[in-house]
C-alpha cells in the first residue's frame, strides 16, 4: 500500500464502519467456495480495497464473480471494469450511482468499490 500510515488507518476505518463492507465479506465467507475463494479472509480482502495498485487478486475475484453473475465466459482482465459497470447500471436504482464514467476501478472512491 502506497498510502501513509495516517490515511491508511482513516480508510480502514472508514472502510470497516460500512455496512456494504461487512455484508461483502459475509458474503464471501458464505460462498467463497462458489466463486473458487475457498480461504477468503476478510483482512485480506481490507488490503486489497485499501491498496492505490491494481490488485491481480481483487481483479480475479471480480471476473469470477462476473462470469458466473452473467455466465458470460468471455470476461477476462481487459473488459471486467466495462461489465462490472454495466452489471451496476442494469441492477442500481436511479439514486445509486456506484460507477463513475472514465474512471478506473483503482481510483474510485472506497464506498463504490
Known amino acids: 500500500m502506497s498510502r501513509s500510515g495516517a490515511d491508511s488507518d482513516?480508510?480502514?476505518t472508514t472502510l470497516r464502519n460500512t455496512w456494504q463492507f461487512a455484508a461483502v465479506a459475509q458474503f464471501l465467507h458464505l460462498f467463497g467456495s462458489a466463486?473458487?475463494?475457498?480461504d477468503f479472509e476478510t483482512e485480506t480482502l481490507e488490503v486489497l480495497l485499501l491498496s492505490s495498485d491494481t490488485e491481480p487478486?481483487?481483479?480475479?475475484?471480480?471476473i469470477r464473480m462476473l462470469k458466473i453473475l452473467t455466465g458470460n465466459r468471455t470476461i477476462g482482465p481487459d473488459n471486467w471494469q466495462d461489465i462490472l459497470a454495466y452489471q451496476l447500471r442494469k441492477r442500481a436504482g436511479e439514486?445509486?450511482?456506484l460507477v463513475i464514467a472514465g474512471v478506473?476501478?483503482?481510483?474510485l472512491p472506497l464506498n463504490n468499490k
Open 10 to 12: 482513516a480508510h480502514l
Open 35 to 38: 466463486f473458487g475463494l475457498p
Open 57 to 62: 487478486k481483487l481483479v480475479d475475484m471480480h
Open 95 to 97: 439514486e445509486e450511482e
Open 104 to 107: 478506473d476501478y483503482v481510483e
